[in-house]
C-alpha cells in the first residue's frame, strides 16, 4: 500500500518497499524501534521515541496529517444508542487531539 504525503508539489503517493507488515501500530513501532526498517507512523504514538532520539523523523519536509482517522462498523436502520454514543465520542476526541474539524 503506497504511503500518501503533502510536500509543496501536491499529494505524493510512495511506493515504498515493504519489509514486514503489521497488524496493529504498536507492533509497527516495535519493529521500527528496533531497526528492522522504517514506517509512516502517527507522531502521537511515538512521542517518547522521538523526544529521546531513538527514532528521528526522516521526511519531516512531508506532511502526513491528512491520512484518515477510521472507524468501522455495521450499517443498521436502528443502531444501539451506546454505539452511536461512543461513535459521536470518539469523533469529538479525535477533534481534539488531532486539531481537526
Not at 468501522?72 to 469529538?92: G, H, K, N, W
Request: proline share 5%.
Amino acid at each position: 500500500m503506497p504511503w500518501e504525503v503533502r510536500g509543496e508539489g501536491g499529494t505524493l503517493f510512495l511506493d515504498v518497499p515493504c519489509v514486514a507488515t503489521f497488524n496493529t501500530i504498536e507492533s509497527e513501532v516495535a519493529a521500527v524501534s528496533r531497526g528492522i526498517g522504517i514506517g509512516q507512523l502517527a507522531a502521537y504514538m511515538i512521542d517518547d521515541e522521538l523526544a529521546s532520539g531513538k527514532l528521528v523523523h526522516l521526511l519531516p519536509e512531508l506532511d502526513t496529517r491528512s491520512a484518515g482517522i477510521y472507524m468501522y462498523y455495521p450499517q443498521r436502520t436502528r443502531m444501539p444508542s451506546r454505539v452511536r454514543l461512543f461513535i459521536d465520542y470518539a469523533f469529538e476526541a479525535a477533534k481534539a487531539r488531532f486539531g481537526l474539524g
